[in-house]
């Protein structure tokens, strides 16, 4: 049981360069979010899905998209890369029922963009 | 438009003390859930504590309390008897319309702890 892997652990991208991070789950979890952290201001969620096929955007979706079309996968696709992008991008799933409805999170993508 | 606000951003405590980290919300929603993570330097996100809207007691894993004053919207994490490895960062967040199947979650800022010895 592996829980929530995030692939690649560091990337580095040029201005205009688009990438997909990938998140993958293999607990059957129904939720699945994207965060990213930027220092002294926490985690932002930038789109969640609530299952295959659905999903929504969060706080700052801007310049991201992503598609959920298993239970297992959740990819944040970065269409055209920012220097603002630059942070450490969590991926976290959860399951619907019962609580504590507390998230598993990956152990993060740390992206820079020049 | 819910909100999540840790007002502390450092906070130091003597190892073997109690600590705690305030936290303060903001939902219009009756059914929601509170929760704190850890967050240690190696970066990862460890769940600590969960309490419900609905839930009467204050919710308990082992050195950790969540004092949750409903009408205050309050949800402070108390760590009893300080360790050294508690020092690390702590984040409180807030899921909303859990009684409609709501999913979203917000985090706050953060806390960063350091126990010193």
């Known amino acids: 049981n592996a829980g929530v892997t995030q692939t690649p652990k560091f990337q580095v991208l040029k201005t205009g360069q688009s990438m997909t991070l990938q998140c993958a789950q293999d607990?059957?979890?129904?939720?699945m979010s994207w965060y990213r952290q930027d220092p002294g201001m926490g985690l932002r969620l930038i789109h969640y899905s609530v299952g295959a096929g659905i999903t929504d955007q969060g706080e700052v979706p801007n310049g991201y998209n992503v598609s959920r079309s298993t239970t297992e996968d959740f990819p944040l696709r970065l269409l055209s890369a920012a220097p603002s992008q630059t942070s450490v991008y969590f991926c976290?799933?959860?399951?619907?029922?019962?609580?504590?409805?507390?998230?598993?999170f990956g152990p993060g993508t740390r992206l820079t963009v020049t | 438009a819910q909100k999540i606000t840790q007002t502390q951003p450092g906070m130091f405590v003597q190892e073997k003390e109690a600590v705690t980290l305030d936290c303060t919300y903001d939902t219009s929603d009756q059914s929601y859930g509170l929760f704190w993570y850890k967050q240690p330097s190696s970066g990862e996100m460890i769940f600590l504590i969960y309490q419900g809207s609905y839930d009467e007691q204050n919710a308990t894993e082992g050195r950790y309390s969540l004092n949750f004053q409903k009408a205050r919207k309050s949800a402070n994490l108390v760590i009893s008897a300080s360790q050294l490895g508690d020092s690390a960062m702590y984040f409180c967040?807030?899921?909303?319309?859990?009684?409609?199947?709501?999913?979203?979650?917000?985090f706050g800022a953060g806390t960063r702890l350091f126990v010193k010895a």
């Open positions: 967040a807030m899921r909303e319309g859990l009684d409609t199947g709501g999913f979203k979650t917000i």
């Open positions: 976290a799933s959860s399951q619907g029922a019962p609580p504590p409805y507390e998230q598993y």
């Open positions: 607990m059957n979890h129904e939720y």
